[in-house]
């Protein structure tokens, strides 16, 4: 989201989410503060990190607009924010509980924040990119194509809810 925005608004913004972000924490969980923080500190620097290092490194940060652009993206904000950000939080874990197995919460801290870095983030671009060329005329020039589409997803929703074999539901996608 922080690619979306003016860099002017970045500040107000955590300003104004940082509170609040503690008290859920506070009310919704029993974890010690230190480790609040903590958490908040690794997520803190996966997301402004990645947002301030990429933003300075690309022309345009709101855009893919080269391939280059794109290996930037994953290399930043997929896998270095987010390697450091799972240390930080694994490490967080394994010092209140050392029971806990650190390379077991770093994978699973990694691959959940890569993974919603590698979805959310370009659809995120791309939607409101999407949005600010909206046009109706282009929606009726495609709606038959979007009808079409629907119906292929209604059928074959309804085939694999008659067909309770998993199986059965492959091969009736492979024909549509």
Not at 13 to 19: D, N, S, W
Not at 158 to 174: E, V
Request: charged share 10%; aromatic share 14%.
């Amino acid at each position: 989201m922080l690619l979306l925005l003016d860099r002017r608004l970045w500040a107000p913004l955590l300003l104004i989410l940082l509170p609040v972000a503690v008290s859920i924490e506070l009310i919704s969980t029993d974890r010690p503060l230190t480790m609040i923080f903590a958490f908040l500190s690794a997520n803190l620097l996966e997301s402004l990190g990645s947002a301030l290092f990429y933003s300075s490194i690309v022309r345009n940060p709101r855009k893919f607009e080269e391939f280059r652009d794109l290996m930037k993206f994953l290399l930043i904000c997929v896998l270095l924010f987010p390697s450091l950000s799972a240390l930080i939080g694994s490490f967080t874990v394994a010092v209140h509980d050392p029971g806990t197995s650190f390379l077991s919460v770093y994978r699973t801290w990694i691959l959940s924040a890569g993974l919603g870095m590698l979805f959310v983030a370009p659809l995120m671009l791309y939607t409101a990119d999407w949005l600010r060329h909206f046009s109706w005329k282009t929606v009726r020039e495609q709606s038959l194509l979007f009808v079409l589409v629907v119906s292929a997803l209604l059928i074959m929703g309804l085939a694999a809810a008659l067909f309770s074999h998993s199986s059965n539901a492959y091969l009736i996608a492979i024909f549509f």
